[in-house]
């Protein structure tokens, strides 16, 4: 009998003729079953959770959560510097920390921080105020205070006096004042507010102060007085200072620049004149970003002084009222990156934008342009757009009024200009109910992905300039 290990002969039929046994296929016996190996469980982690991480950790997840911001758009000015403040309420943070657990409340509780971005107004309830203010500690503070009340208003006296004392309240604190944004309905505490914050000419309590925004809800004029101690304001850390609403823009050209040296972004909410600009941009040497409701020509005084803005990168303006060849001749600025602006007019407008670039020698970032009316036709459209100084700026918004152009025109113009332009060029018209239409052309570093809602749009792209958009 055969060892089981050893092979076993299967006779297949094939006779003895010499041929070498080992040609003759065998079958080898079943393997044994391969012994299984038992692993061993592997050991359990620890349950980690969130307050595991040190409190310094979670502080820091905090702060992220409530004072994250995007990174500034180079398109959108006006938004660089927002500051986020938080009403004092049981449902905004921090306060909501506070009801999670003992842990990160004892964490909440002990950053000051978290409390020092303070949004006030007329239905703000005092003692959480006072608490706001007391775990903010020595932390520099973000104010948003708007008290917004008449005598027209059922309870005037009574949001009076909660007005009055708030701002009592918040007095102590200017040392502490990091951001303020302050909107009085009253003339009066208005004028009270002024005389806390610049107490006599040269003297302020509020050492820290870097962005004063101030607007009042009716018109406020701003006397000698008032003028003096604004521009008297005494500390060097103040950047940014914004006039709004029922201010009359006072005579930057006649009075101290000991307030405006040190600024770097301002803005108005009313009319300023081309004269007005000049002084404050010859007042501010170090004035980075400006935004202007409304450019009017000064037509008794011209401009005839050459003014040069060295470190001026963006200029925003709500609107041109006139021929922007007059506002802004003689101007000069090097290291102009951003210009915005809104027209009524529209012949000669590539022209005098291509004169004040080639004079400033600025490489421009960023040019948008609103004409709402039939003026900026396609003449001055087609000029524009076959421009070299304009068609090498990586970012363009150009939008013209939908009676300025007939309907081929847009797409008969991007097939002309296809292949000139530094970024993706398209275009879409863009209806308005009740308003008006108009075509929006846009350059820029983007793809052609990029979200549009309208129903028409073209789109050509220098690398590929036969290509249309969905």
Excluded at 171 to 200: D, G, N, Y
Excluded at 219 to 228: N, Q, R
Excluded at 456 to 470: A, E, K, V, Y
Aim: aromatic share 8%.
């Amino acid at each position: 009998m055969a060892h089981p290990t050893q092979p076993i002969p299967v006779d297949l039929g094939v006779q003895s003729n010499g041929s070498n046994l080992e040609d003759i296929p065998t079958i080898s016996p079943p393997s044994e079953p391969q012994a299984t190996i038992l692993q061993s469980p592997e050991p359990k982690l620890p349950l980690v959770t969130i307050n595991h991480l040190a409190p310094e950790i979670i502080a820091e997840i905090f702060l992220a959560y409530m004072f994250w911001e995007p990174q500034p758009d180079h398109l959108d000015q006006e938004l660089e510097g927002m500051i986020s403040v938080f009403t004092p309420d049981a449902r905004s943070a921090p306060l909501v920390f506070c009801g999670v657990c003992t842990y990160w409340r004892n964490i909440a509780i002990a950053t000051p921080a978290l409390w020092s971005a303070i949004a006030i107004n007329t239905s703000s309830n005092i003692d959480l105020i006072a608490l706001w203010l007391k775990r903010s500690q020595s932390h520099p503070l973000s104010l948003y205070l708007s008290m917004e009340y008449s005598r027209a208003y059922e309870g005037y006296r009574k949001k009076k006096r909660h007005t009055r004392r708030i701002l009592g309240m918040l007095a102590p604190t200017m040392p502490r004042w990091k951001h303020a944004w302050i909107s009085l309905e009253q003339e009066s505490e208005m004028r009270r507010f002024l005389s806390a914050l610049i107490p006599e000419e040269g003297k302020s309590p509020a050492t820290m102060l870097e962005c004063l925004h101030v607007s009042p809800e009716h018109t406020l004029v701003l006397t000698p007085d008032l003028i003096s101690r604004l521009s008297s304001f005494p500390h060097a850390t103040l950047r940014r200072f914004a006039l709004q609403r029922g201010y009359d823009a006072p005579p930057f050209d006649s009075i101290p620049t000991s307030l405006w040296s040190n600024l770097q972004q301002m803005s108005f909410s009313n009319s300023l004149s081309n004269r007005a600009l000049h002084a404050i941009l010859k007042g501010c040497r170090n004035l980075r970003s400006m935004w202007i409701k409304t450019l009017r020509l000064d037509v008794n005084r011209p401009q005839r002084t050459p003014t040069v803005a060295h470190a001026l990168q963006s200029l925003n303006i709500g609107l041109v009222d006139g021929d922007l060849t007059q506002l802004i001749d003689p101007l000069t600025v090097p290291n102009l990156k951003q210009l915005s602006y809104v027209t009524r007019l529209g012949n000669g407008q590539s022209k005098c934008l291509q004169s004040f670039f080639e004079r400033s020698g600025c490489e421009l970032e960023s040019l948008t342009i609103v004409c709402n009316t039939s003026t900026f036709g396609r003449e001055e459209t087609r000029t524009m757009l076959q421009t070299p100084i304009f068609t090498a700026i990586p970012n363009v918004s150009l939008r013209i009024a939908e009676t300025a152009c007939p309907p081929s025109f847009p797409r008969k113009i991007l097939e002309e200009t296809a292949g000139r332009w530094s970024a993706t060029i398209y275009v879409h018209y863009v209806h308005r109910p009740k308003c008006y239409g108009f075509w929006h052309f846009v350059g820029e570093h983007l793809t052609w992905q990029k979200v549009i809602t309208t129903p028409t749009h073209f789109l050509l792209n220098p690398t590929s300039p036969h290509s249309n958009g969905p």
